[in-house]
């Protein structure tokens, strides 16, 4: 049986919600782990997708930083194992061409996990769903939270994601 990302993964007393329980994607072979990147909104932990989506940046913590992705590749590809679905992937570009060519910043990298999710959702539509609780027709984009972003093998992420009700 593949881990899952569950509570016991956080110091985070506050969690936002539940946490989405992906099977973590494992490949074969070794890879170096780069440093899990965590995403906070207005000193919580989290980032409401909504805002993300909407470009809603300015409770953003770090938003302006730039995370190491990659030692060396200008794509990563974000992996998202959600519960009753097939694995999926996409494939983003971890540089901005819009102006001159640099790395992107947490903010970017949020706006480009939320327009993943919001893919997913749209790719799965009319899906069916083998774990009824989780089916994503039944889930707001509204409702997730991204909490933080982990290095699972060679240039794949994968993002960890809370649903919040409340």
Known sequence: MAPYHTFMDFNEPELPGIVVPQPVYTAPGQFTQLHTIRFYEGGRPGMRLSNALNRVFQNLARGNDVP????????????????????????????????????????????EIAKNVRLL???????????????LD????????????????????????CLDRH
């Open 68 to 111: 190491q992705l990659s030692e060396q590749a200008k794509k990563i590809t974000i992996r998202i194992n959600w519960p009753g679905y097939q694995s999926w992937s996409q494939v983003v570009h971890a540089f901005d061409h819009s102006y001159e060519t640099r790395p992107i910043t947490i903010a970017k990298l949020a706006h």
């Open 138 to 161: 039944q889930i707001n984009v509204e409702e997730l939270v991204l909490v933080e972003l982990r290095h699972v093998s060679t240039g794949s992420w994968q993002p960890v994601l």
């Open 121 to 135: 959702k749209s790719d799965m539509r009319g899906v069916a769903c083998s774990s009824a609780d989780w089916s």
